[in-house]
C-alpha cells in the first residue's frame, strides 16, 4: 500500500475517533495499535511498550507534576486575595482599572503557575464579583479573566511548553525564555485596549468611588503582597535562565515555594495539603496517558513515511515557505476551537516540526508560536477551557452567549499579536539568544 494512501487513511481514523467524542487516549492508542498490527504484525507491537517506557524515563516530564502541584497549591494558599487587593488599591481609581489589573494578577499567576486554571478560577471568583459590584460592563470583566487566565500556558513556567520540548527535543530554558516578551506583549496589548475603550466608554469601566479610594501610606503597605510572589518567580525562572538548576530541579523549587506561600498565608492543613495533591494526581494523569498514546501514534506515524509526504504538500503550496507557516497557523487555530491543547501538541508536533526545520525556520521561533495559538483555544468557542471555567462562575444573567462574545476582541488581539511575532522574530529570539547564545 503507498505512503499517501496509508496517511489518508491514518488521519481519516483520527478524525472518525475525535468526531465521534472518544477520549484522545484512546483514539490515538487504538490507532497505533490497529496500524501497526495490520502493517507489521504482532512482532511489531513491542514498539509500543518500548515508546511508552521511553517516556516514562523522561526527566523532563517529572516536572509536569511538580508544576501542576505547584498552580493547584498556590489557588489555594491565599496569594489571589492580596493581589487583587494592591491591584485595587492602585489602579482602582482610573477608568477600567480594575479589568487592567485584573489582567496584571494573571500575568503575575501566569509566571507562578504554568497552567491557565488556577488564574481564571481565582480571579473570577475574586475580581469579577468586585468589578460587577461597581457598575463594569459584564464583557469587559469577563473578556478580561478569561484572556488574562490564558496567559498562563504561554509566560513560563508553561506545562504546555515542557511536552512541546519533549516531544520536539527542543530546549525547554529557551522555550521559556521564549515565551516571556511574547506573553508581556500580549498582557500589554490587553491592558492597552481595556484603557483605551474604558477612556472613551467611561460607563463600561467606571472607577471606584471616592470614599473607596485610599492614601499613598496604604498603597505603600499593600505593596508587602507582591513580595511573595516575586520571590517565587525570581526563584523559579531565575534558577532556570541563570544554569543554576535545570527546569525540572527549578520546579521542585516551585513546588516547595508554593507550599511555603500556603504555610505563611495559614491555609496550609493536611485536607488541603491532600486535595492539592489529588487534583495534581488527575491532572497529570491525563496528560500523562496523553503523552504515552501521542508517542504511539507518532511512532507509526514516522513508521510510514507521512512525514515526507507532509512535507511535500506544505513546501509546494503557492507562495513559499510562508505559505507553509501561515497554512500551519491558520490550522493549529482550527484544531484550537475542537481539541485539548495538550492534545494538539502531541498529534501535530511530529507532523510541523520536521517541515519547520526543513524550511530553514528557527524552531523555537515556530514553538512559541505554536504555543500563542494554544492560549488561542483556551479562549476560543465553541470549546475553550477558559470558557468553561467563567460559565461555572459567573453569576446568573450571564449566559454562554455573553461569554463567547465577551472575548471577540481578545481573540482579535492575539491574533494581532501572533502576526506581530511572525513579522518581528526577534519578539520571541532575542531573550533567548542572550540568555543561553
Request: hydrophobic residues 55%; contains cysteine; positive net charge.
Amino acid at each position: 500500500m503507498s505512503i499517501e494512501l496509508l496517511t489518508v487513511f491514518l488521519f481519516t481514523f483520527l478524525i472518525v475517533g475525535l468526531v465521534l467524542g472518544l477520549p484522545l487516549t484512546f483514539v490515538l492508542g487504538g490507532i497505533a495499535v490497529v496500524f501497526t498490527y495490520f502493517l507489521w504484525g504482532p512482532e511489531g507491537l513491542f514498539v509500543i511498550p518500548l515508546k511508552i517506557f521511553g517516556g516514562m524515563y523522561s526527566f523532563i516530564l517529572v516536572a509536569v507534576p511538580l508544576f501542576i502541584f505547584m498552580a493547584n497549591m498556590l489557588g489555594r494558599s491565599g496569594v489571589a486575595e492580596d493581589l487583587y487587593r494592591v491591584m485595587y488599591h492602585w489602579m482602582g481609581s482610573l477608568r477600567g482599572g480594575l479589568a487592567m489589573g485584573t489582567v496584571v494578577i494573571c500575568t503575575i499567576f501566569a509566571a507562578m503557575s504554568g497552567i491557565s486554571a488556577v488564574a481564571t478560577v481565582s480571579m473570577g471568583l475574586i475580581a469579577l464579583p468586585s468589578m460587577l459590584k461597581r457598575n463594569y460592563d459584564k464583557r469587559i470583566a469577563v473578556g478580561s479573566i478569561s484572556a488574562g487566565g490564558a496567559l498562563g500556558i504561554l509566560i513560563p513556567p508553561s506545562v504546555i511548553m515542557i511536552i512541546l520540548a519533549s516531544f520536539t527535543g527542543l530546549s525547554v530554558g529557551r522555550l521559556f525564555a521564549g515565551g516571556v516578551l511574547p506573553g508581556l506583549l500580549l498582557s500589554s496589548m490587553f491592558i492597552i485596549y481595556i484603557g483605551v475603550r474604558c477612556a472613551f466608554q467611561p460607563h463600561l469601566g467606571p472607577p471606584v468611588p471616592p470614599e473607596e479610594k485610599v492614601g499613598w501610606g496604604k498603597k505603600l503597605t499593600s505593596l508587602r503582597a507582591v513580595i511573595l510572589p516575586v520571590l517565587l518567580i525570581v526563584g523559579v525562572l531565575g534558577a532556570i535562565f541563570s544554569g543554576a538548576a535545570t527546569p525540572t530541579e527549578a520546579s521542585a523549587i516551585g513546588a516547595l515555594g508554593s507550599v511555603i506561600s500556603a504555610a505563611i498565608y495559614r491555609r496550609l492543613n493536611w485536607q488541603m495539603f491532600k486535595e492539592v495533591c489529588y487534583q495534581s494526581l488527575s491532572l497529570t494523569g491525563m496528560v500523562i496517558w496523553i503523552y504515552f498514546a501521542a508517542s504511539a501514534f507518532a511512532a507509526t506515524y514516522h513508521a510510514i513515511g507521512a512525514p515526507k509526504l507532509i512535507e511535500g504538500i506544505l513546501m509546494a503550496l503557492p507562495g513559499g515557505r510562508w505559505a507553509a507557516i501561515i497554512a500551519m497557523q491558520a490550522t493549529f487555530f482550527v484544531l484550537g476551537m475542537l481539541l485539548d491543547p495538550t492534545g494538539i501538541v502531541m498529534i501535530t508536533t511530529p507532523i510541523f516540526f520536521p517541515v519547520v526545520r526543513a524550511l530553514g525556520f528557527d524552531p523555537i521561533w515556530f514553538g512559541v508560536l505554536f504555543v500563542v495559538n494554544m492560549e488561542m483555544a483556551y479562549i476560543t468557542p465553541p470549546f475553550g477551557y477558559n470558557l468553561f471555567y467563567m460559565k461555572g462562575i459567573v453569576p446568573k444573567g450571564i449566559t454562554m452567549g455573553d461569554i463567547y462574545r465577551s472575548i471577540i476582541p481578545f481573540v482579535l488581539l492575539q491574533m494581532t499579536g501572533l502576526a506581530i511575532m511572525m513579522v518581528f522574530p526577534q519578539i520571541v529570539l532575542w531573550l533567548p539568544n542572550l540568555i543561553f547564545g
